[in-house]
């Protein structure tokens, strides 16, 4: 069911799938709750799952027969650090019969800002779908044994500013590395930025900018190193890439990277800030393809244990089942 415009996963949506366009035109449109409401009845719906801020329309409707209980999942860390409109979400909220928050921070946020119970709150996280690898490989700058790969959009909490003073320490002592930045480049401060910082310090033929690509999983499997310099994190599924491509990690101690490194047993830990210490880890993973392929190979055993698909997709189903028994007396 879509609230408003159909988005980028309807391509994914399979054939066997029913589909709902409730078609809103504004925030209070009651034709559109009438619809939902209506085809609840008719298929017999017992939960409504509401991603963000279809929370609003998902409840107008769990208000009429047959009562679905309501789910809440919500994504977006503007959530929990936007003043406005908490008091609307908390009213909301504490008549839903569960929150799932795809990052502990916003778990915690759930559970202590809007006061939602703790057994009514679950953490999990989202997943990343592995893409097809059939195909060339795609042409990029740098040498098979040499090539860093950070997946991050340029934005100021990302650090990429860190990352390159710690490339241009990396290169002294290793010539041939390359670093790929891939991530969206639409904040426009930040990307001169980080083009000043390559010009200044003369990594021009070290770094490749390519942007926002739709081809990640690819590119991932032509480099030998995945990185993350980030200042601050929630949970970063450029690390979830990364496992499933069976890279090597090395990411900043910040939001849940230790979680999923397994506390620098899957990967390496440095401090955030710190060129120094980032520099002396990648060039220790560069200098040893059996310490590579090691960290690789577990970091992506637990991405498939804990963040595949079928791992997600699980833990999902056991908050429908205890949704199911809780019933609508589960609410406050």
């Known amino acids: 069911c879509t609230t408003r415009r159909d988005g980028p996963l309807e391509a994914m949506v399979g054939a066997d799938v029913v589909r709902l366009r409730l078609q809103r035109k504004h925030r209070f449109d009651v034709v559109a709750v009438r619809r ?24 107008a409707a769990s208000v009429f027969a047959p009562h679905p209980a309501v789910v809440w999942h919500v994504h977006f860390g503007r959530y929990a650090v936007e003043q406005r409109g908490a008091f609307l979400v908390r009213q909301l909220v504490k008549n839903t019969n569960g929150v799932i928050a795809v990052s502990e921070p916003l778990a915690e946020w759930a559970r202590n800002r809007l006061r939602v119970p703790a057994e009514r709150v679950w953490y999990i996280p989202n997943f990343v779908l592995p893409e097809d690898s059939n195909g060339q490989p795609p042409i990029v700058a740098g040498v098979l044994g040499a090539r860093i790969v950070c997946v991050a959009n340029l934005r100021p909490p990302k650090d990429h500013r860190t990352l390159l003073r710690a490339m241009a320490l990396v290169v002294r002592q290793h010539p041939d590395a390359h670093l790929l930045l891939v991530g969206g480049t639409q904040d426009s401060a930040c990307l001169d930025l980080v083009k000043k910082e390559i010009s200044q310090l003369e990594l021009g033929a070290n770094v490749s900018l390519l942007g926002e690509r739709h081809d990640v999983a690819a590119i991932l499997r032509v480099c030998d190193v995945g990185v993350l310099s980030s200042a601050s994190e929630g949970l970063p599924l ?27 047993r899957a990967g390496m830990l440095v401090a955030p800030g710190a060129p ?57």
Do not use: W
């Not at 450029?238 to 490194?261: D, F, K, N, R, S």
């Not at 560069?286 to 090691?294: E, I, K, Q, T, V």
């Open 36 to 59: 939902l409401v209506e085809f609840n009845r008719l298929r017999g719906v017992r939960i409504l799952h509401a991603h963000s801020s279809s929370l609003f329309v998902a409840m």
């Open 238 to 264: 450029a690390l979830i890439e990364y496992g499933m491509a069976g890279l090597p990690a090395v990411a900043t101690e910040v939001g849940q990277c230790p979680e999923v490194l397994d506390q620098g």
């Open 276 to 332: 120094k210490l980032l520099a002396e880890a990648l060039l220790l993973l560069l200098g040893s393809p059996d310490r590579r392929a090691g960290l690789g190979r577990r970091l992506q055993t637990r991405t498939q244990e804990l963040y595949s698909r079928c791992a997600i997709v699980e833990r999902v189903c056991r908050v429908y089942d205890t949704v199911l028994r809780q019933g609508r007396t589960g609410r406050n």
